[in-house]
């Protein structure tokens, strides 16, 4: 059985860091990329990140570079999602999902991530 369960999430003050987990079971995590989705209220799900370990492929999305960092740990199967710098637009519900294949690009949308994990709360008080 498929599963990705998201951890780390928390209430922070602006300027703050946290490091988002993601936990992988029931698949080979070498064989799917990683991304990390976030959605505020009342705004769209979107992509911020995406890692494919087998070719050292990562993704972000332009506002959150230089601020987010994802690794992921193949033997852990475990992708992380480190954040710095939080702004109050960084508040979301935090999505980890899987899609088969090792290729990033192109692959933005969220009807392209076959599992997703439950979510983590990410709150920023400014």
């Known amino acids: 059985q498929v599963q990705l369960v998201e951890s780390g999430g928390g209430f922070v003050q602006a300027g703050g860091s946290l490091r988002l987990s993601c936990v992988a079971s029931g698949f080979t995590m070498s064989k799917y990329v990683i991304a990390w989705f976030r959605q505020a209220p009342g705004k769209e799900r979107e992509r911020v990140s995406c890692i494919g370990s087998t070719y050292g492929i990562v993704y972000y999305k332009d506002s959150v570079k230089g601020r987010f960092t994802i690794s992921s740990d193949d033997v852990a199967s475990t992708v992380y999602l480190q954040i710095n710098d939080l702004k109050p637009e960084d508040a979301a519900v935090y999505y980890c999902?899987?899609?088969?294949?090792?290729?990033?690009?192109?692959?933005?949308?969220?009807?392209?991530?076959?599992?997703w994990g439950q979510g983590t709360q990410v709150t920023v008080s400014s």
């Open positions: 999902a899987a899609r088969y294949g090792y290729y990033c690009s192109g692959y933005g949308s969220t009807y392209d991530y076959e599992y």
